[in-house]
């Protein structure tokens, strides 16, 4: 889970509602162009299993965004017979 001062506040309180999903901050520079943005964030749904959960655009041209995933389930231990 991501560390609370890397995420702003409002969105803290959303992640702490949902223990069935792992998330991903990620800050994209002012310089990665709108196109670019969506290419990594298509790439990182295809192979990563990611999903969007929130962006946030800056008025310096930043942005942030928070993937989220399902965690994997928990593998049931063998009975061993």
Do not use: C, H, N
Not at 43 to 70: C, M, P, T
Request: aromatic share 8%; no cysteine; proline share 14%.
């Amino acid at each position: 889970m991501p560390s609370a001062s890397s995420l702003p506040p409002s969105w803290q309180v959303a992640i702490a509602e949902r223990d069935d999903y792992e998330y991903f901050p990620l800050k994209l520079p002012p310089d990665v162009t709108r196109v670019s943005a969506t290419m990594r964030l298509a790439i990182q749904a295809e192979f990563g299993g990611w999903e969007l959960s929130r962006v946030r655009l800056y008025r310096d041209g930043s942005r942030r965004i928070l993937l989220k995933r399902r965690k994997p389930p928990l593998p049931t231990p063998d009975p061993g017979i």
